[in-house]
């Protein structure tokens, strides 16, 4: 199974100020149709989990623009340009290119 | 509005059997893959398993395969899955889920709480 690794695992920020999560994958997530299936999921505290990137760097519907995701090869970034109080909860990265799909540890995001 | 809602959860002892239902409305069902994701208490995510659109094609995650059943029922919106042999690490919250690898399309449901004791 593909490993995601995560870190840090716990990331205090102050509001207004920029965050960044790091995910590294035990092997490439390149697709046979060329595509790397690899996901930023946030879920906020008693919520369910709502994806908020796929395929590397596309923000789903109603995300807001200061979540933007990078990344290639085996590395990924989830970065927030300004951290707001809603943002706090717990930060998976997960990839859905080869079965099973995994996730990352988790990062919970708490404000300083 | 796309609602999910997962219905079916409760205590069991371990051995036992419990069969979720997930409800789906707010699109056309049979146009997606279903999923299952769960979650232990104070943990992560695990992604169960998926169905097709035309319940042709199902996969399931090692620990659960040959105990877990998942399937659907498009003419009533419905999709399931059918946990056999329950084991006290089957203890979770297990959400069902509709979602694309290819474009913005990813809902999830309220979850159904799972306990598995004696």
């Known amino acids: 199974d593909v490993v995601m690794t995560q870190s840090p695992l716990s990331l205090p920020v102050t509001l207004g100020q920029p965050a960044s999560i790091s995910c590294r994958s035990s092997?490439?997530?390149?697709?046979?149709?060329?595509?790397?299936?690899f996901n930023w999921f946030q879920q906020r505290p008693g919520q369910s989990p709502r994806r908020l990137i796929y395929k590397i760097s596309n923000r789903d519907s109603g995300v807001p623009d200061r979540f933007s995701g990078s990344g290639s090869g085996t590395d990924f970034t989830l970065e927030i340009s300004r951290v707001e109080a809603e943002d706090v909860g717990v930060y998976y990265c997960m990839q859905g290119t080869l079965w099973p799909w995994t996730f990352g540890q988790g990062t919970k995001v708490e404000i300083k | 509005e796309v609602q999910l809602v997962e219905s079916g959860g409760g205590l069991v002892q371990p051995g036992g059997s419990l069969r979720l239902s997930c409800a789906a409305s707010g699109f056309t069902f049979s146009s997606y893959w279903m999923c299952w994701v769960r979650q232990a208490p104070g943990k992560g995510l695990e992604w169960l398993g998926n169905?097709?659109?035309?319940?042709?094609?199902?996969q399931y995650l090692d620990p659960v395969k040959g105990r877990f059943t998942i399937s659907r029922d498009n003419a009533r919106n419905l999709v399931y899955l059918q946990m056999n042999s329950l084991r006290v690490e089957d203890t979770a919250v297990y959400y069902c889920?509709?979602?694309?690898?290819?474009?913005?399309?990813?809902?999830w449901g309220q979850g159904a709480l799972v306990t598995v004791s004696s």
């Open positions: 092997q490439t997530l390149v697709d046979s149709d060329g595509n790397i299936y």
């Open positions: 169905i097709r659109q035309d319940g042709s094609e199902v």
């Open positions: 889920v509709t979602t694309s690898r290819d474009r913005s399309w990813d809902f």
